[in-house]
């Protein structure tokens, strides 16, 4: 029976786990980027809900999964901006913030 040479088939696993170790595309993200990712999106939650007139402690009722310190500095980025530039606030258009705060029971009662 005739023997496969060990070496090349060696050198060649370990160059494609090299390569994949290497590759974003496997889908796991580093502990930087995902931070990054959170705080990013947390000040374009803030910057959002100041452009819409909203307040502070709305905004964090609003997306509890969001960091908190992240949505104040993206409300207080739009602020200033806003002032600056003389930006009025624009109207949600979407769902009335009074049935955004009702929940639960209170959600049923009122559709009835």
Not at 47 to 55: M, N, Q, S, T, V
Not at 80 to 109: C, F, I, W
């Amino acid at each position: 029976m005739k023997r496969l040479p060990t070496r090349p088939l060696l050198l060649s696993a370990l160059t494609g786990l090299t390569l994949l170790a290497g590759c974003d595309m496997l889908g796991v993200e580093s502990a930087s980027a995902t931070a990054a990712r959170r705080e990013a999106e947390g000040k374009a939650v803030g910057g959002a809900c100041r452009h819409a007139g909203r307040a502070i402690e709305d905004c964090y009722g609003l997306n509890r999964k969001a960091d908190k310190a992240a949505v104040f500095a993206g409300w207080r980025e739009m602020n200033d901006y806003m002032r600056e530039n003389k930006v009025e606030t624009v109207a949600p258009q979407g769902v009335p913030s009074s049935s955004l705060a009702k929940t639960g029971d209170n959600a049923k009662a009122a559709k009835e």
